[in-house]
């Protein structure tokens, strides 16, 4: 079976590529027909029935239709992920024996190739994982460069056969993170507006933990169950990638029962240094001193990262229930020895933002378990909360609407570059002196009510967006 590729360009590439692995497909198919009593051939088949015919066939080939509207950063994302369906489809077919034979031929396949094909079946299981969460964010969001966004004319039958193989996915196995051992021996700080510790090891490897709480004096059902929460949430951490998706590489999680809690541990990125939040960078001196000096572009990029990041986070199946510039992490890019001090200086902020990635997963919880309605008492973070969470009755149990709704706040934040929190900036407008009377005391002036915030923000966000981005 030839696999030749012309080297015709990206646009070729991208559909060559896809009709190859579909043709790895049916090839697979007429092989497992004489193999089906071997169990783990079972779950390559329901993956090449996918392929071949099914959900993946339309998602594929839809990409393989949108080529001419995908910019060339996201054809070359779509490439590499092709790229290696095609080499673990060819090693699915290199498991098999090139001949078939009767019974004595199918008793040596039991004994010697089934190993090869558990091993296929699981690279493959991988693959649709990595493939079906990016696919979401691709088709929100574009690719990693600024230049790339989505196709224009999305086909919400693609949207729905993306759905139907993502709620597969919790059921298929995932890799176990690693349970680490709880912080020692470490020089540690916590980051400024943030709940995040700041580790530096005895080699000098950097990384960030987050911790999840538990009160004391609950019974070991509950703990178990919010350990797993834990669990899952670092494999599907795990998962992301970190480049495009806003969402740290999470090595793995750690149980401190002395502590009631457990720890989420975040290495920092490749050639990243130097994370703040962006509640830091929204608040930092030099934006008044200097006014804004980079790019509108930066906050561009940045909102969509961020967005992105959320996107991630609801297709793993979880609400996150706490988006707010503090639970956002920038870091900035580590220097070229070569560049001068003055060239290094305008890849650092104010002139440069950095890349975000979203944290603050101590509140995160799956997205169909119970929710117990608990109100927030600081109005630093009950301002990014919808009204129906201030009201919480029956029926305003928290949502991923709800993280949504969070997100639009956030992307006010960025595109004004002024936090909400800081109530000698723009969030002064999120207060008012209350009524009184002429023989009263003068009273301190209050939080606007829910449906009062909402209302501002939409005002803000009519008057300021076009004048400070455009109205495009």
Known sequence: MGDVIGLAGLAATIPALIDLCIRY???????????????DIIRLQGFVTRLVEGELYEILTFFASAKD??????????????QALRDKLEQAKGAFPEKTGGSLAKLEFSFYYAKKIKSACAELEQWQTRFIRRALVYLFFGGPSSAASPPRAISSHAFERIESIRNGLESSPADTPILLENIDDCDCDELPDSSLLNLKDGVGTHRLVEYRNYSDGLDKTTINSIGRTVRDLATSLRKADPSIMGILDCCGFSADPLNNRFALHFPYPIRKKNPRTLLNLLTDRRNKEHGLVHPINDRINLARKIASAVLYVHSCGFVHKNIRPSNIIIFEPETDPKLSSTEARFIRYPYSIGEPYLVGFEGIRRA??????LGV???????????????LAKGDEFTMQHDVYSLGVVLLEIAIWSAFTDRKGIGKRLWKKPEQGPQEEEKEEEILAPEALQNEFIRLANSQIPRLLGNR
Do not use: C, M
Not at 25 to 39: M, N, R, T, V
Not at 70 to 82: C, G, I, M, R
Not at 368 to 373: I, L, P, T, Y
């Open 377 to 391: 008492a600081n109005w630093e973070q009950n301002i990014y909360l919808p009204p129906e969470r201030h009201r």
């Open 25 to 39: 497909g049916q090839f697979l198919s007429e092989k497992i027909e004489q193999y089906k009593h071997i169990s």
């Open 69 to 82: 509207s995908l910019s060339d950063p996201f054809k070359s994302e779509l490439q590499t992920l092709f």
């Open 368 to 373: 169909e378990a119970g929710s117990q309605r």
